[in-house]
T-cell receptor
Framework: DGGITQSPKYLFRKEGQNVTLSCEQN?????MYWYRQDPGQGLRLIYY???????QKGDIAEGYSVSREKKESFPLTVTSAQKNPTAFYLC???????????????FGSGTQLSVL | QKEVEQDPGPLSVPEGAIVSLNCTYS??????FMWYRQYSRKGPELLMY????GNKEDGRFTAQVDKSSKYISLFIRDSQPSDSATYLC?????????????FGTGTRLTIIP
């Protein structure tokens, strides 16, 4: 079955620690995205990538880092610089048809990150 | 003021009722409008996608866009307990892709059997 796999489902971070959230897709999509979801707020874009070895900051990139070494994988690292990391993190992917189009986003099941 | 406003609910209705979910927005450049459904602790899934003004129907779901009022709606007919979820609206201007999607906060809906 094609889809997006996020792991782990739950993650706990100690103060000063970096943690990495995994996102893998087998949909052959070029574009991948990381969103953060907080209660009472809409999904906010952290980083996105439309091609391997290239990625762009979203609206709230500070304290996060990503890599895109393979088309299938887009891991997100929450660094110690992110002072309020507790949130539900969602990875998504889509095809890239051309500028000015909104292709359907496919989401993973999310990772809940909490601070110890 | 947020660019997209959505009543967070919670909204509880009896099974079989018609549900109306709404979003208002301030950016007149928005032309693409989407509704996503999100079950608890899961990722959202796309329900409806409309361009510009008008209605779109898919089974029990109808999406309505009124650009003059900057108001979009999702109607669910013959609501079922399986419709219990959080519904997110999302929208963007035509010149941008998914990286410029703006999401509402979501409305939590419960259908009571």
């Amino acid at each position: 079955d094609g889809g997006i796999t996020q792991s782990p489902k739950y993650l706990f971070r100690k103060e000063g620690q970096n943690v990495t959230l995994s996102c893998e897709q087998n949909l052959n999509h070029d574009a991948m995205y990381w969103y953060r979801q907080d209660p009472g707020q809409g999904l906010r874009l952290i980083y996105y990538s439309q091609i391997v070895n290239d990625f762009q900051k979203g609206d709230i990139a500070e304290g996060y880092s990503v890599s895109r070494e393979k088309k299938e994988s887009f891991p997100l690292t929450v660094t110690s610089a992110q002072k309020n990391p507790t949130a539900f993190y969602l990875c998504a992917s889509s095809i890239v048809r051309g500028r000015g189009t909104n292709e359907k986003l496919f989401f993973g099941s999310g990772t809940q990150l909490s601070v110890l | 003021q947020k660019e997209v406003e959505q009543d967070p609910g919670p909204l509880s209705v009896p099974e079989g009722a018609i549900v109306s979910l709404n979003c208002t927005y301030s950016n007149s450049a928005f032309q693409y409008f989407m509704w996503y459904r999100q079950y608890s602790r899961k990722g959202p899934e796309l329900l409806m996608y409309t361009y510009s003004s008008g209605n779109k129907e898919d089974g029990r779901f109808t999406a309505q866009v009124d650009k003059s009022s900057k108001y979009i709606s999702l109607f669910i007919r013959d609501s079922q307990p399986s419709d219990s979820a959080t519904y997110l609206c999302a929208m963007s201007a035509s010149t941008f892709g998914n990286e410029k999607l703006t999401f509402g906060t979501g409305t939590r809906l419960t259908i009571i059997p």
